[in-house]
């Protein structure tokens, strides 16, 4: 198939440090190459990709430089993929709602996974004005606010089986890995390794918006000793940071649609100790992978049986419930059926591929993100 995939623009692809949906969107289209598929990736000029990258942005929002439109980025995303629609079989969008009005008139089937909570308000009436578009939902809880959307499948994440290493060893801390704002725990976080006796390290970045956050309900609990920040990881020092930790701690307080970063732990044999939120009864098999706690008090007693859980066994079930290959496969399944539903047939690779590459603009040649 001849595959485009939209991703955000806040991030490259993969990320270079914190960003989900950019890092599952560089596995994806990878491990799509790698069935065979054509596949074009819309994203930033300092991506990197198996497929063809149609750069639409020079650098990443987010890192690049400071006053940067998002809106303006976005405009250039969007009039990148209608120029193109008719090089490919399918669309597959992962920036939520924006590019529906568009991708719902330019005739090519079209697919989008929602990456994010979807118990907003006014969500009800997006979706009630895109009856047609098809989404893909992380997790079956994700899409419980938006019954009436048009669900097309439920494909939880995947990452390469080669990304992490697993560790077998029992692990000297505990782990905390993700944004530092309340819905996801940290102070939980805090309290549940203390409680347990046990070193707490902190892999996180401080989101502009909550350094009050971090200021009052944090930073006075950190000391460097009991309580260490160690601050926002990258891939080579988030699989170290994730192997020599005896749990991972997830007491998320929100409607996780997903949480990544608990696959990733599996993936370095280390279990996941999280609360009973979002998609967690989804992804942790509670006494395989880890635990399933409904407070602190249950969370302290689940570090005193992480003795019982095999490590060995953690990394076998991530290899066969969360890998790339296999969340792959899914999408060529949703997307076969996307094609099938809208009457058409996926057309082979065609020979004026090189001929779109000359037509794509480079990256050096598009508005300075400034």
Not at 184 to 191: M, T, V, Y
Not at 206 to 211: Q, S, V
Request: charged share 25%.
């Amino acid at each position: 198939m001849r595959i485009a995939q939209l991703a955000p623009l806040a991030e490259s692809v993969p990320p270079k440090l914190y960003g989900g949906t950019e890092r599952v969107v560089a596995w994806l289209v990878d491990e799509l190459v790698d069935l065979g598929h054509d596949v074009t990736l819309f994203a930033s000029g300092d991506s990197r990709t198996k497929g063809e990258l149609h750069a639409v942005w020079p650098r990443a929002l987010r890192l690049g430089r400071k006053g940067a439109d998002p809106n303006a980025a976005c405009a250039v995303l969007l009039e990148a993929i209608a120029r193109r629609a008719k090089d490919f079989d399918v669309i597959h969008a992962h920036i939520d709602w924006l590019p529906l009005p568009l991708l719902s008139r330019l005739g090519v089937p079209f697919v989008t996974t929602m990456h994010g909570r979807l118990d907003l308000p006014g969500l009800p009436e997006v979706v009630r004005q895109f009856p047609r578009a098809g989404f893909v939902s992380i997790s079956d809880h994700q899409r419980l606010p938006l019954p009436e959307a048009n669900w097309t499948a439920t494909i939880p994440h995947g990452l390469p089986s080669n990304s992490f290493r697993p560790s077998f060893g029992q692990g000297s801390y505990l782990a905390f890995l993700g944004r530092l704002t309340a819905e996801k725990g940290p102070e939980d976080a805090i309290r549940i390794a203390r409680a347990a006796g046990m070193l707490l390290r902190i892999a996180a970045k401080i989101p502009r918006g909550e350094t009050t956050y971090f200021k009052k309900q944090l930073e006075p609990h950190i000391d460097g000793r009991a309580v260490q920040l160690v601050g926002e990881v990258d891939e080579a020092k988030k699989q170290p940071f994730l192997a020599g930790a005896a749990a991972l701690l997830f007491p998320i307080d929100w409607p996780e649609p997903f949480g990544l970063v608990m696959i990733e732990a599996m993936a370095c044999g280390t279990p996941v100790i999280a609360y009973r939120s979002g998609s967690v009864p989804e992804v942790v098999e509670d006494g395989v992978t880890g635990f399933i706690v409904e407070n602190e008090e249950q969370a302290v007693r689940a570090v005193g049986d992480l003795v019982g859980l095999d490590r060995r066994k953690i990394r076998a079930r991530f290899e066969e419930r969360f890998s790339a290959d296999r969340m792959a496969r899914a999408y060529e399944s949703a997307y076969r059926e996307v094609i099938s539903a809208a009457g058409g047939q996926p057309a082979a690779a065609s020979s004026a591929k090189a001929e779109r590459r000359r037509e794509t603009r480079p990256a050096d040649e598009l508005p300075a993100s400034s």
